[in-house]
Nanobody, 123 residues
Framework: QVQLVESGGGLVQAGASLKLSCAAS????????VAWFRQAPGKEREFVAC???????FYGNSMEARFTISRDNVKNTVYLQMISLKSEDTAVYYC?????????????????WGQGTQVTVSS
């Protein structure tokens, strides 16, 4: 069964750090490009960061300063390290994957999705 399972979300205070994880199964993770998106209430899904199969990364607007995407192809896991969190970072965070070596920033380019993990930042 092809799936992505996110974990690591929660309620934190502004200024805190949080590391999200996304465990992949059912497909050859090392051959996939992966990404993180987020969706706040009443807003469209927003691109956060992506990482190509070969390793290079790309970030959404203003994301790179505080967010870092990484992957462990032995553990079949992609991570999102977030620092200096702000209330506007509150959202459901989703990981996504697509087989191949791509920089995709649009959600509909990815065909494997996790269920999401809630991140709430209190001010």
């Amino acid at each position: 069964q092809v799936q992505l399972v996110e974990s690591g979300g929660g309620l934190v205070q502004a200024g805190a750090s949080l590391k999200l994880s996304c465990a992949a199964s059912g497909f050859t993770f090392s051959t996939a490009s992966v990404a993180w998106f987020r969706q706040a209430p009443g807003k469209e899904r927003e691109f956060v960061a992506c990482m190509r199969q070969s390793g290079p990364t790309f970030y959404g607007n203003s994301m790179e300063a505080r967010f870092t995407i990484s992957r462990d192809n032995v553990k079949n896991t992609v991570y999102l390290q977030m620092i200096s969190l702000k209330s506007e970072d509150t959202a459901v965070y989703y990981c996504a994957a697509v087989l191949g070596n791509f920089y995709y920033t649009k959600a509909d380019s990815y065909d494997i999705w996790g269920q999401g993990t809630q991140v709430t930042v209190s001010s």
